[in-house]
């Protein structure tokens, strides 16, 4: 017996798990793609200092790093350790992401992405 049914793209659960998983990655990508930008807008501000210039270079380092203690081919976890480390870098350089950096940085990301949702880039902001 052939089963002869057509199934409707929105009701087969492979396609809404692979429209979920497009998202998920697409908001991860915005806010692993926003929280580099800042680091590096702070880091070419003229007043942040030496060391905290070190900790924006070592966490910039790691996320483009071919060596990575979660290897970035893993579908989600991959980028979780970039993310922290991101994350570390933000919050000990916080008080020099200033107004002005994240302007730059909202500016890029949107000519990165067709469509960003600004939640995104506030849930980054919060951490500061």
Known sequence: ????????????????LLRYLSARLKTVGVKLAYSALLLY?????????NWAKNIILGSLAYLVSPFDSIPDLTPFLGFTDDFGVLS?????????????????????????????????????????
Do not use: H, Q, W
């Open 88 to 128: 570390f870098g933000l919050v000990t350089i916080a008080c020099y992401i200033d107004a002005p950096v994240r302007e730059k940085a909202k500016a890029k990301i949107n000519s990165f992405f067709k469509v960003v949702d600004e939640e995104d880039l506030l849930e980054v902001d919060a951490k500061l």
């Open 1 to 16: 017996m052939k089963c002869n049914k057509i199934k409707n793209k929105n009701t087969d659960p492979i396609n809404k």
């Open 41 to 49: 807008y702070a880091y070419d501000r003229a007043d942040t200092p």
